[in-house]
């Protein structure tokens, strides 16, 4: 699911939405910047920190992880890309974890190894929760639109607009719902999607996330001056998005599969069509070593 960049563009565009989730820290908590550092060596990359301002010794800097699908060697991988960032950093202040994802019984790996790092570092943010029950922060709510059954996205939105004009938390990420809803369902027609979430094409063109995510092709259509021209624009953006996202997806793969890649390699990559990367996604799952991948470039690029 291409939701990466929506948290980046999200967190990068508002990043003290962060503290909604985090309840205990002082109440004049604020003024973080985010980022998604490339750790060193390995080239690990987080995908993102909010960093506190310097001048809070008592705020702690929170990594982000968005972990939509089960993955047994997600904690552990956690744990150390965790650990290279303190490293890399010499952080001598308090830090988080905050992790995104569909709900705590995915199976995620092994607990014991690191079971103090569960309990007392990380804070989950569960958009799908497995016992029935429905989150309650707003920013939560919006962000399950990625796994509401399609059924339900219409009432959620529904119930988010009617909330939003009591309830400022509620407008402020109401916005997001064109970009999120094109991230997740980007398979299908504008008119489709506007359909299921009860927006309108207006909605899109209006949305800042979705210009930044998915914008490219909606300035095109814009630019011809016509209906027509900003539905092409708007499929030839969402067309480029999935390009872009898979490119970005599939090279956090490789490099945990092959290590670091070389730029002229990175440079290969990042020309493939949507269709050849695709392939690669698929293929790289058995790749071992650099060479694998030169090899497959060779043949199908």
């Not at 939701?3 to 990043?15: A, G, H, N, V």
Request: glycine share 6%; charged share 25%.
């Amino acid at each position: 699911m291409p939701s990466d960049k929506l948290f980046y563009f999200l967190f990068q565009s508002q990043p003290d939405l962060i503290l909604r989730w985090l309840r205990d820290l002082p109440q004049d908590a604020g003024g973080y910047s985010f980022s998604a550092p490339v750790l060193k060596e390995r080239e690990y990359r987080l995908d993102g920190l909010f960093s506190p301002p310097v001048h809070r010794d008592d705020f702690p800097a929170v990594i982000l992880e968005a972990q939509m699908a089960a993955d047994t060697g997600f904690l552990l991988r956690l744990y150390a890309e965790s650990a290279r960032f303190l490293q890399q950093e010499r952080w001598q202040r308090d830090w988080r974890v905050v992790v995104i994802c569909p709900h705590r019984d995915l199976d995620f790996g092994a607990h014991t190894p690191v079971w103090e790092f569960i309990e007392h570092r990380i804070s989950w943010i569960e958009l799908q929760p497995r016992h029935g029950e429905q989150p309650r922060e707003p920013l939560t709510q919006v962000l399950s639109l990625l796994l509401q059954p399609e059924e339900r996205v219409r009432d959620l939105t529904d119930r988010l607009r009617q909330q939003a004009s009591a309830d400022c938390s509620t407008a402020e990420v109401l916005p997001l719902i064109p970009a999120i809803l094109i991230a997740r369902f980007n398979d299908r027609p504008i008119q489709e999607i506007c359909a299921m979430g009860g927006i309108t094409l207006e909605d899109f063109t209006q949305s800042r996330a979705y210009q930044e995510i998915f914008g490219l092709g909606e300035a095109r259509g814009e630019a011809r001056g016509e209906a027509r021209g900003r539905q092409e624009g708007l499929q030839e953006g969402l067309q480029e998005g999935r390009r872009a996202e898979a490119c970005s997806m599939t090279l956090r793969q490789l490099a945990r599969r092959c290590g670091p890649l070389r730029e002229a390699t990175t440079s290969q990559v990042h020309e493939l069509s949507l269709a050849q990367l695709e392939a690669l996604a698929e293929a790289l799952l058995d790749f071992t070593q650099p060479t694998d991948l030169e090899t497959w470039l060779a043949n199908n690029a």
